[in-house]
């Protein structure tokens, strides 16, 4: 899969609303599919699967199967990787510029030499 072709299913699986809560429901500890079925009753076990389905292709939940049970655990790396494409350089833009602001006003609280 290009970067490109993987970036296009991470945006899709997170433009969804309840893909996003299968993924905070995630967030704390893996449950299996019977459990995110529980946590989202006004959804047939289908659908959930389906979600869950677009949210593995993406590889934001990694899934472990033992026996006929599911595990699904959250896969964060893909999330931090779109955050240091695009957020980090602007966040650290933000750092040094706070940096600099505690600097000068840090030479603005010192006296001048007399």
């Keep these: ?8 299913s991470i945006f899709k699986a997170l ?15 893996p449950k299996t599919t ?20 677009v949210l593995e292709a993406a590889d934001l939940i990694l899934v472990k199967r ?7 655990h959250l896969n964060p790396l893909p999330i931090k990787e779109i955050h240091e494409r695009w957020i980090g350089p602007y966040a650290a833009r933000a750092v040094d ?7 000068d006003l840090e030479s603005e609280d ?4 007399t």
């Design 66 to 72: 033992q026996g006929r049970v599911r595990w699904n």
């Design 110 to 113: 010192t006296p001048a030499a």
């Design 1 to 8: 899969m290009s970067s490109t072709e993987k970036d296009e």
């Design 15 to 29: 433009a969804n609303a309840t893909r996003r809560e299968i993924l905070d429901a995630l967030k704390d500890d």
């Design 34 to 53: 019977g459990e995110l079925c529980e946590v989202f009753p006004a959804l047939n076990r289908c659908t959930v699967m389906q979600h869950l389905g």
């Design 97 to 103: 510029l706070l940096a600099r602001m505690k600097s």
